[in-house]
């Protein structure tokens, strides 16, 4: 939501201000469901606002990170997002069906920008648009299974354990897929920081899962579940990001296929 107003001085620029990750615009998502949308706060914005040891780090609504001044015009929206351990920056919602391009995270489909369309804003749902170039599928498909990969294909499972780590025994009847990774090649590094560009999230290779490639054959399913890990998963790991753990933050699903309907 809105929040309260942060006051500025007066060699700044009026703007409005959303909480990180708000919704833009009001209306409804695709179940019905009414919105989050709370007017934004009318605020000065100032040099001292963008400096980095500011409570907040400052973007445009199309998630540009605003550096300096001039490139803010009065009236513009903005969101405020909060400089403390395990948060970053959040894609507002916008109205269902709106499209724009990401000009600053290079695209590897040549003359197409990487675009992001509003799916659902609860839960929060963009399609990705020209994220992966077909030479990225078709190397990700054959990397899954070749017997070079010390992670090639396998039943799935679940749990936090590597397969290295003595997590290839969790399989679960609730996970009924083939899944293997490619952790290191040039295309899943590409990738991933390519996710993480688009997410506005400095890359560090130690908060990266590897790139999963999963495959389900017909009647093969994986039931509704969460990405992210409980705080309490473990005992070997600090899975809270606010006391300086790390957890999944975001999901960004790739379809290396398509079925006809």
Do not use: C
Not at 73 to 96: C, D, N, T
């Amino acid at each position: 939501g809105g929040g309260g107003v942060l006051v500025g001085g007066a060699d700044g620029v009026p703007v409005r201000a959303f909480d990180n990750g708000a919704v833009l615009a009001e209306g409804e998502d695709e179940a019905g469901e009414g919105d989050a949308y709370a007017p934004p706060a009318e605020h000065n914005l100032t040099a001292a606002d963008l400096a980095e040891e500011s409570a907040h780090s400052w973007f445009s609504a199309d998630g540009r990170r605003i550096r300096a001044l001039g490139g803010v015009s009065a009236g513009m929206e903005v969101l405020r997002v909060p400089r403390q351990p395990g948060k970053h920056f959040v894609w507002p919602g916008y109205a269902i069906g709106h499209r724009f391009a990401v000009p600053d995270v290079q695209s590897p489909v040549a003359e197409r920008p990487i675009e992001l369309e509003m799916y659902s804003r609860s839960p929060k749902v963009f399609r990705v648009h020209n994220f992966l170039s077909a030479e990225e599928v078709r190397f990700l498909v054959k990397k899954a299974q070749s017997k070079d990969n010390p992670y090639s294909i396998r039943p799935s499972t679940t749990g936090h354990k590597s397969w290295t780590q003595g997590g290839e025994a969790e399989v679960a009847s609730t996970r009924t897929s083939h899944n293997g990774f490619d952790v290191d090649s040039p295309t899943a590094m590409a990738v991933k920081r390519r996710a993480f560009e688009l997410l506005r999230i400095e890359y560090v290779e130690s908060l990266a899962d590897g790139i999963q490639i999963l495959r389900y054959k017909p009647k093969q399913a994986y039931i509704g579940h969460h990405d992210y890990f409980p705080t309490g998963q473990s005992g070997d790991f600090n899975w809270d990001p606010q006391r300086g753990g790390s957890n999944r933050f975001a999901t960004v699903l790739l379809y290396l296929s398509d079925v006809s309907e």
